[in-house]
């Protein structure tokens, strides 16, 4: 299994801060999909993406147990 | 995770986040602090509200304060940035560079900053009478907005 | 003389410097803290002595602020320097300047202190364990030895 | 009478924070020379010189009651 993070405008969009789907063997840009399809937000292309809380490209392949976590564009400081 | 790089819901003292930094070698100390400005781009905000990945936050901060020990192999770092809800002038984020000479602690601090801005996962959320936003840019150039477009222009 | 521009013999609090120049139109506070620093060109410093002549350099502080309005008028100055005696780490000045947006207060910030060496009357004396010298130099550059060369290359 | 004031290195060597002498008509510089001569106080010269609290140059004609302070390269900060 694998959790899924969302944060800001995600976490308001989808009403929820983490689900747990399985993931493992699917890219990120795949998991984007789905997850478009899945929660009618768009807004997860514009975002970054972290596996195990490091920054990942779109087409890495996310394995068991991975936790990924959707950033959109950030406004700290 | 290190005390020198934080992510806090208690108010930051700059005093503290100084402490961390100070040190004999180090004749200079820049600080930046970021606080919550009541007018941005003609709108009045009455609050806002910081979340952050924190532990991936705290490890990003980290990782600045490590790029800038390469850059100026002299200077030490403390980044303190607090989350939830902040009213008009309470400090988001304390940033303390302490160097032998002061031109380095400036030119450090100012780095600090923006990649804060770049890489670290925080967001802040703007709230006004007439509405709400998610803050969606990495150097604060532009804002996108959040789902209720038809509020974006009353200012 | 204004409470933003003093100079005084008591410690400085950075949180009370920090505070005189925060408000609601301000988002970042800069702030640089000059530090007293163990080793300088190779040599150890026990204490140091700071001197002023406090009305003239108070007059000066106060025209530091006011060149910094005219150059950034959004910004917002405060200067506090101590006198006397100062152990290794204590802090002998605390600049802060609040501006609405960040970079215009790093900027002012720098050129604050770099003008306090410049125009500012007041003096250091570095006391070590084989002498000791009024630093006589306005942007650390250089120094000039107080009557007794023959220690001054000792280090 | 005239107030001249000395600071750092100079306070130092001359032994005193202040002396009062009769300064008004003279120049500055007239003034550095006195002072060098009867202090042994060559180092008056490279010091910077404010009359009532302001830079003042060389040339400058003190006036009576006007205060003379002596300014050491400055070494604040």
Redesign the interface.
Known sequence: MNKI?F???L???VGKESIEIEAAGQSIKQLKEYIEQEYNLSKVH?SMT?IN?E?APNDETIKEHDTI?F??????? | MSRHYCITEEPISIEKTVSLVTRPEAGAVNTFIGTVREITQGKRTLYLEYQAYKSMAEKKLMEIGEEISEKWPEAETAIIHRTGRLEIEDIAVVIAVSTPHRADSYEASRYAIERIKEIVPIWKKEHWEDGEEWIGNQKETKAYAAGKPEEEDIS
Not at chain 1, 71 to 77: D, E, L, M, Q, T
């Open positions: 993070l944060f800001a405008e976490q308001e969009n514009q972290a809380e920054f976590a950033i959109p564009p950030v406004s700290g400081g």
